[in-house]
């Protein structure tokens, strides 16, 4: 099982720049070196890192960062690296509960509330399979190789992962396991996806029984190359990243913990294909839901994370940073403590100037910061990053992806102004845009030209797993009823589907958004009184200020600016930042 940040911790070697685990549930004293002179310390718990100072060396870019390297212990699954004081926040929670899960009995003495740690798998593992050679240790328990007596997998080797009944010693621990074991189960088929056989226990461990991927991992592979990799292999290896991703985001699954030590390559040949492994981290995550436990390793960790708010963007930051290693061998984020690396994550831009990366293509450098946009509205989504001009000429298929349904339920839910300034908007699409729009379009399977929720629905329980009814995916629909009484066309389709926010972090913004204003004046602008545009946007008086200089005296309709924070939206918390400045 992965680790959350509850549940381990990473050091860092200040010397060499390389990883080793911290066991925090063993109580082990910290092995971390001590804070370097002129470090602030922390003494207080943030979920935001913004109130640490940076650390020497890292300022507007992140400080170059050597190859990644192999750890000092060979963590199979290495913790993740929390910074100390969310690590001290979580060390006095556990200690909180661990008080309140004991009851006083009439002599004063306390008894554990027993935890039922039984999980309805089978208990005949041992007459199943044979136990071999360890190749590798965790922190709740080991993974080894094993051959199956009998059955379809009969001589067959396959690797079983152990987790002791002995480290479950919380109801949240047990949850986890039945989690990881009902994520592996309910996603497995896709092809690169780590395959699941079976499940087991008895009184001391559970079981899990999956595919034997004797390849080595990704990492290996990047050390093996020097640490870069050709951008015509690097395309191959952020494919198949993209290709699992998009199938469990489409099933309603954030991995949370996706870094090249979790991608396994099936056997040693140099063309396998790779297999994701470790759901120890991920949970299953609504469409319009915000998780928000701080989990993940530090250099791949996504800033919406740190802030408490994420849902599947938080993987297309991390794939964002292996594409950065793959293309240069180098991390984008790096600093010399954990809090340090946060703080790089949070603020710092990634260093795209420096070599190797002048002789890197401008597709190549534009599909990195397209993933490693800050604002986690504005990253590019596995189907779409498929579609980017670094990936177009490979022979893939486009997945089916979800924000298509949140964008369309928020389109058959606007108001006829926000639909009249989305229609313009799609109107000015770029070839590059509208390639992706006509892939999802042909999802639905458009009849006479339309879609209709039938359609959408049609589509989702084609690829429906059982992950999917788990995740609630399928709630969605519910909230597109409006489209039970209508059809759309491609050009409407094509409206709804789209995100401002995206098409904001492109280079050609400015000119997609003048001709869109363009469309707008001809056929969707009106007068509009500043009360109204609050009433449209959902915001209070405080805003009327802002709004004004939304709209042209002359005729009282909205003016270019106007048209483009319309688009963006306006939050109360944004209108009254800007007043205060």
Known sequence: MGHCCSKGAVKEDVNTGSIAGVNYQNERPSRKPPTPAGDTPVHSFTGSPWQIPFPEGVGATPSPAGTPRRSMLKWPFPPPSPAKPIMSAIRKRR???????????????????????????????RSRYELGKEVGRGHFGHTCVAKCKKGALKNQSVAVKIISKSKMTTAISIEDV?????????????????????????????????????????LDRILSKGGRYTETDAKSIVMQILSVASFIHLQGVVHRDLKPENFLFSTKDEASPMKVIDFGLSDFVRPDQRLNDIVGSAYYVAPEVLHRSYNVEADMWSIGVITYILLCGSRPFFARTESGIFRSVVRADPNLNCSPWPSVSPEAKDFVKRLLNKDHRKRMTASQALTHPWLRDENHDVPLDILVYKLVKSYVRATPLRRAALKALSKALTEDELIYLSAQFNHLEPKDG?????????????????????????DILEKMKP??????????????????????????????????????????????????????????????????????????????LGYTKFLHGLSIRSSNTRQQQ
């Open 450 to 474: 339309c879609v209709s929720l039938d359609n959408f629905k049609t589509a989702l329980v084609k690829h429906s797993t059982a992950a999917m009814k788990e995740s609630r995916v399928l």
């Open 483 to 560: 489209l039970s009484y209508t059809q759309m066309t491609f050009e409407e389709f094509s409206a709804a589907a789209i995100s401002p926010h995206q098409l904001e972090a492109l280079q050609g913004w400015e000119a997609i958004a003048n001709t869109a204003f363009q469309y707008f004046e001809l056929e969707g602008n009106r007068t509009i009184s500043i009360e109204a545009l609050a009433q449209e946007m959902n915001v209070g008086e405080s805003t009327h200020s802002t709004l004004k200089d939304w709209i042209r005296s002359s005729d009282g309709k909205l003016n270019f």
């Open 95 to 125: 200690e909180i509960k661990k008080e309140k899960s004991k009851i006083p009995e009439e002599e004063g003495k306390e008894t554990e509330i027993s935890l039922d740690k039984t999980f309805g798998y089978s208990r005949n593992f």
């Open 178 to 218: 039945r989690r990881e074991v009902m994520l592996l189960k309910g996603l497995c088929g896709h092809q690169h996806m780590v395959h699941f056989y079976d499940a087991f226990e008895d009184d001391q461990n559970v079981y899990i029984v999956m595919e034997l991927c004797e390849g080595g991992e990704l």
